[in-house]
């Protein structure tokens, strides 16, 4: 970090206003997740620390959104947002069970895009050092003319659109369960992003892309990693993927800043998904990237995808604990009430995985890194 590596300048970028909403009665997205993570987050003395500030989100303009998305697209949002009708909705993925439409969905993604506007201007200028925006990075998928898996206005191609204007070269680390397909098309041109994302395999998961061959085109060729693993990875194997790839391209890469995407839906108890995450893995992950941004000296991370809520608020409580480089301590603290049967932040491990299914997956996923070596390294000469 910038300042002092022990005690980074942490600003936190959240308000309710950004969990006070449902997407339908049935969705497995609730954004109420994020107020019981930011009750966990309090409850465990997070922003008494003196290196951890707690902006507000402003909200994003319409022209930001614009940079990203086409204008028609936004329109049509905006319009169903305000009550109105737009039978042409489906052509841009909206109105389906995945993307339900309600009023005031314009400005409640409007301010996400904002959060993650303020975490990144925040990081860009030198005030902190590290800035975390939960409530985005669930946009991921979100395409240039269509909601999709959840997304409507994709916060972290808004802001990192922004951020290399503003003359950054940007690492995108994408560590969702899911494939982040609308991250990677939104900056698939160019080489001044660097997206890399692990997930579980799009064979196997939605959105069904995220495949090795998917390396970027013109000059952005080589410039997007994917490394798809196979059902009920486990910490270990998920680790060593991660540690293989992401350290040495992200250095060869040298870039100005890391934007992280830190989707827990990779957790064993996750309804949607297939990979064995603890959050203790989880939490490994993000000290493994706070290594990487010390290194490069700003840090702008998101939420992403987590539909047990359990795991959600430890594990991103887990994270802004170690952004600021504090020790929680090992049991959640009796003073949170709003989920019942949370006990300790690290889980109790699920069982390891079967033999006869060892061999099945280790060879998934040393294929994977067999071609990410193959068709990647060499454009970083490693
Ligand atoms: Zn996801």
């Known amino acids: 970090m910038t300042s002092d590596r022990q005690q980074p300048k942490t600003a936190f970028v959240y308000s309710d206003e950004l969990s006070q909403y449902q997407l339908s009665a049935e969705h497995p ?12 987050m309090k409850s465990s003395g997070l922003f008494e620390l003196e290196n951890v500030s707690t902006p507000p989100p402003r909200m994003a303009t319409k022209a930001e959104i614009e940079t990203s998305h086409d204008a028609e697209y936004v329109a049509i949002v905006e319009a169903i947002s305000n009550g109105g009708i ?39 200028s030198g005030a902190a050092d590290v800035a975390f925006a939960p409530g985005g990075g669930v946009h991921h998928h979100a395409m240039y003319r269509r909601a999709s898996g959840f997304g409507v206005f994709n916060d972290a191609v808004i802001a990192m659109k922004a951020m290399v204007e503003a003359g950054l ?16 098309m939104g900056h698939y041109e160019s080489d001044q992003v660097l997206t890399i994302s692990i997930h579980e395999s799009g064979q196997y998961l939605f959105p069904g892309t995220g495949h090795v061959q998917e390396i970027g085109s013109g000059d952005g060729t080589g ?47 996750d309804p949607l998904t297939h990979l064995s995450l603890t959050t203790q893995g989880f939490n490994l992950a993000v000290q493994k990237l706070s290594v990487m941004a010390a290194e490069i000296g700003k840090w702008v991370a998101v939420g992403g995808g987590g539909y047990d809520l359990s795991a959600v608020v430890r594990s991103w409580t887990m994270a802004l604990a ?33 033999a006869r299914y060892l061999n099945e997956i280790n060879s998934f996923n040393t294929k994977s890194l067999e071609e990410v070596r193959a068709l990647i390294f060499p454009k970083f000469g490693i």
């Not at 489906?90 to 309600?102: A, I, K, M, T, Y």
């Not at 090992?330 to 300790?344: D, M």
């Open 29 to 40: 997205l609730r954004p109420i997740r994020l107020q019981h993570m930011h009750e966990l």
């Open 322 to 354: 170690t952004m600021a480089n504090f020790d929680l301590p090992t049991e959640v603290p009796k003073s949170f009430t709003s989920l019942e049967g949370l006990t300790t932040f690290d889980d109790i491990p699920p069982e390891p995985t079967e």
């Open 223 to 269: 410039y997007s990693v994917n490394i798809p693993l196979a059902p009920y990875t486990q910490d270990a194997a998920w680790h060593a993927a991660l540690d293989e790839v992401i350290p040495p391209l992200v250095s060869a890469f040298k870039p100005d800043v890391l934007f992280t995407q830190l989707g827990i839906d990779t957790h064993f108890q």
């Open 86 to 124: 737009a039978p042409i909705m489906g052509e841009f993925g909206l109105g389906s069970s995945d993307n339900p439409v309600r009023p005031g969905m314009y400005d409640t993604t409007a301010l996400t895009v904002g959060s993650v506007l303020t975490a990144s201007e925040l990081v860009t």
């Open 169 to 184: 070269r940007v690492a995108y680390i994408d560590i969702d369960c899911h494939h982040g397909d609308g991250v990677q």
